[in-house]
């Protein structure tokens, strides 16, 4: 908790030295996710990886290595 902070602060400070921002200037985390088998008829599926930009947690990332998860982090991103 305490390197996320100091994560997303380091940030904001730099923030005001940037005016065009992509999703490698924010703080993410990675979680790895323990993935539980559903039904195979099942419209959902579980990935290993998610990813979030730290203290903004509606946009997110799935996939089943973390480099998908960022790509897929990045295009939700960038539909803002």
Excluded: D
């Excluded at 790895?32 to 203290?55: E, L």
């Amino acid at each position: 908790m305490i390197i996320e902070f100091l994560k997303s602060r380091t940030k904001y400070i730099f923030s005001f030295f940037k005016t065009n921002w992509t999703i490698s200037n924010y703080p993410v985390r990675f979680k790895k996710q323990k993935v539980i088998v559903h039904n195979q008829n099942s419209r959902t599926q579980m990935y290993s990886w998610i990813v979030q930009i730290i203290v903004w947690y509606a946009i997110c990332g799935h996939g089943n290595s973390k480099k998908e998860a960022y790509e897929r982090l990045s295009e939700n991103f960038n539909t803002i």
